[in-house]
């Protein structure tokens, strides 16, 4: 099938802390792998990609790597910040055209003093 | 610096009543496409448009139509609203170099009662 599965929430940390959210693939091939994020109130934006297998997104302190192995695109900051709290999505880019993607459920992040 | 615009963001409607969601683009893209978001599900695919007057289904169409007769505009019909279909829609656009990237609006919430 082509399904994104990733990690439930919601995740609290404190400032500072490390965060993991964890994201699977199902896919035939390696199709291009996202994280978008959506901040309260607005619509998502794409926060770092990874198009082939063993490349690494970074964007914004985050990062994200494509392993074909275990099929995951797993995010990771070293240091959260308040200001990060918001909801992530990983995505897979689907095949045909017109730039479908299929999405996880979302893992809202709250990060507090 | 609009971007991509979704009218109106609120709506209640009742069972079997008809609306159309609007979506505008100033960024001359040829893909458009929209998305709605439930609780626990992520977004799923409604419709989607690789150019003016071109159309095909995504993952969830029924209950849903959608025309593409100019490259800005790509509204989203409901011909006879039912609560099922109580959600937040987004649409987003992208052009083909821009592999996965999607630019969203802010989205519109619709109420089915």
Redesign the interface.
Do not use: I, P
């Given at each position: 099938g082509n399904s994104?599965t990733q990690m439930e929430g919601p995740v609290t940390l404190s400032e500072e802390a490390f965060l993991t959210i964890n994201c699977t693939y199902t896919a035939t091939g390696y199709p291009?792998l996202?994280w978008y994020v959506q901040y309260p109130?607005?619509?998502?934006?794409?926060l770092l990609?990874a198009?082939k297998a063993d490349d690494k997104g970074s964007n914004k302190g985050f990062e994200a790597t494509y392993r074909k192995e275990t099929t995951s695109f797993h995010l990771e900051k070293g240091s959260v910040q308040v200001s990060d709290s918001a909801v992530y999505?990983c995505?897979r880019?689907l095949t045909g055209?017109?730039?479908?993607?299929?999405?996880?459920?979302?893992t809202q992040l709250k990060v507090e003093l | 610096n609009a971007g991509v615009t979704q009218t109106p963001k609120f709506q209640v409607l009742k069972t079997g009543q008809s609306m159309t969601l609007q979506c505008a683009q100033d960024m001359n893209h040829e893909y458009m496409s929209w998305y709605r978001q439930d609780p626990g599900m992520g977004l799923r695919l409604i419709h989607y448009s690789v150019g003016a007057g071109i159309t095909d289904q995504g993952e969830v169409p029924n209950g849903y139509n959608v025309s593409r007769s100019t490259t800005e505009d790509f509204p989203l019909r409901l011909l006879s609203a039912a609560p099922s279909q109580t959600s937040v829609y987004f649409c987003a656009s992208s052009y083909p170099g821009a592999v996965g990237e999607l630019f969203f609006g802010e989205g519109s919430r619709l109420t089915v009662l």
């Open positions: 994104v291009s996202f109130g607005e619509g998502l934006q794409l990609k198009t999505f995505a880019r055209g017109g730039n479908k993607l299929t999405f996880g459920t979302g | -």
